[in-house]
């Protein structure tokens, strides 16, 4: 089957770094998504890994090994806004992307 | 750029009642998407466009769902009859190609009392 694991819920304190982990077991890889989800508000996208290794951009960095079926979504510099769900999300190939159901994060001061 | 569009923003129906939903996609983008996501839950595709084809539907409960793409750029999505379990939010994505980034709309909150 299709499988994305992600913890439900992370605490961390403004100014902190979090970490937070996506494992996942699909039939295919084509590259995984993090989108961040504000609550009532729509998915937005952050970062796209095909490739193993770290992509870094500005405060949000993520990392993937395609061999251990596994990424990170680092946050830096936590501010109180980054208070959200993260969502992690897989294109298996063939035209379907699953999504994990995010981690929600809580940021305090 | 225009992102995408949806209405309406929130709807409020009784069971075995009907509704329908719209979506029009960012400009240019093929792939188009309807998520269900319950409230606390990640999105669960219900059915996928490739232009007006359908590629996925796999998890669209067809005895109740539908939904069409005309000339391959709005999309409608209908519920008829509602149960209880249907209340969440509807979101419509849209990317260039499937392996693309997926692009949001603001999602119709559903309530079926």
């Known amino acids: 089957g299709q499988n994305i694991d992600q913890p439900t819920e992370m605490t961390a304190t403004e100014g902190a770094i979090v970490q937070i982990n996506c494992t996942y077991q699909t039939s295919g890889f084509n590259g995984l998504f993090w989108y961040q989800q504000h609550a009532g508000e729509a998915p937005t996208f952050l970062s796209y890994?095909?490739?193993?290794g770290l992509e870094e951009k500005g405060r949000f960095s993520s990392f993937l090994s395609r061999s251990k079926g596994y990424s990170y979504l680092l946050l830096k510099e936590l501010q109180m806004k980054d208070s959200a769900s993260y969502l992690c999300?897989?294109?298996?190939?063939?035209?379907?992307?699953?999504f994990g159901a995010g981690t929600r994060l809580f940021v305090k001061a | 750029e225009a992102g995408v569009a949806q209405s309406p923003r929130y709807k409020i129906i009784e069971k075995r009642q009907s509704v329908a939903f719209w979506c029009n996609p960012i400009s240019g983008h093929a792939t188009l998407y309807w998520y269900q996501q319950i409230l606390g839950q990640g999105p669960k595709l219900l059915i996928q466009?490739?232009?007006?084809?359908?590629?996925?539907d796999s998890q669209l409960p067809k005895d109740r769902f539908s939904a069409e793409r005309l000339k391959g750029v709005d999309s409608t999505l209908k519920i008829q009859p509602a149960k209880l379990e249907d209340s969440a939010v509807y979101l419509c994505a849209s990317s260039l190609q499937d392996t693309d980034t997926q692009y949001f709309g603001p999602g119709t909150r559903l309530t079926v009392l």
């Open positions: 466009f490739q232009n007006n084809g359908v590629v996925d």
């Open positions: 999300a897989v294109n298996t190939g063939g035209f379907k992307t699953i």
């Open positions: 890994n095909v490739l193993d």
